[in-house]
């Protein structure tokens, strides 16, 4: 079974930093791009970032790029992102995805429960 | 920049009624597009992918069609289990996805 398990989230404020990082198992880690989805309250499914199986291509969000760092350690099944400058409107419950191929070219299947973040004074 | 329009915002919709939810792309996606239901506090669910293919476990009842731009999601038969929000997304602008904003299916 596919299992995706965010942590690292939390209430911070503005213009700090905080680290997710998300735990895979049920399937082999290294085979697929992964990826950061968030939600806003109230809003819908915003692609964050994503990583390809070998780390050689990287995507970011117009909304995040420059402020958050996407990055994975195969041998730990692990995949992190690092939010810096972290603004208001960062603040949503942010999900890891599994690609369905190795690439960031590809769609997704399985999502995480999601780890939320507030950034707020 | 591609933007994925869901329509109708909310659907009430009667057990046992058929449901049509529509998702329309800015620009040609061919095929690549994906149906997700979503669940208070749960994972997103992938229902479909390649506009038509039922992922995994997904029951028959639920359907995909379309291409280009213009896609719909059919559930034949809703079942209490299916009040949710439904997502589209297209995987055709890589390396980002764009979604849609939900389709709310409630009890009528």
């Known amino acids: 079974e596919v299992q995706l398990v965010e942590s690292g989230g939390g209430l911070v404020q503005p213009g700090r930093s905080l680290r997710l990082s998300c735990v895979a198992s049920g399937f082999t880690f290294d085979d697929y791009a992964m990826h950061w989805v968030r939600q806003a309250p109230g809003k819908g499914l915003e692609w964050v970032s994503g990583i390809a199986w070998n780390s050689g291509s990287i995507g970011y969000a117009d909304s995040v790029k420059g402020r958050f760092t996407i990055s994975r350690d195969n041998a730990k099944n692990s995949l992190y992102l690092q939010m810096n400058s972290l603004r208001p409107e960062d603040t949503a419950l942010y999900f890891c995805?599994?690609?369905?191929?190795?690439?960031?070219?590809?769609?997704?299947?399985?999502w995480g429960q999601g780890t939320r973040v507030t950034v707020s004074p | 920049e591609m933007v994925m329009t869901q329509s109708p915002a909310t659907l009430s919709v009667s057990p046992g009624e058929r449901a049509t939810l529509s998702c329309r792309a800015s620009?040609?996606?061919?095929?690549?597009l994906a149906w997700y239901q979503h669940k208070p506090g749960q994972a997103p669910r992938l229902l479909i992918y390649g506009a038509s293919t039922r992922a995994t476990g997904i029951p028959a009842r639920f359907s995909g069609s379309g291409s280009g731009t213009e896609f719909t999601l059919t559930i034949s038969s809703l079942q209490s289990e299916d009040f949710a929000v439904y997502y589209c997304q297209e995987y055709n602008t890589w390396p980002r996805w764009m979604f849609g904003q939900g389709t709310k299916v409630e009890i009528k």
């Open positions: 620009q040609s996606i061919s095929t690549n």
């Open positions: 995805v599994k690609g369905t191929v190795p690439t960031t070219r590809g769609g997704s299947d399985y």
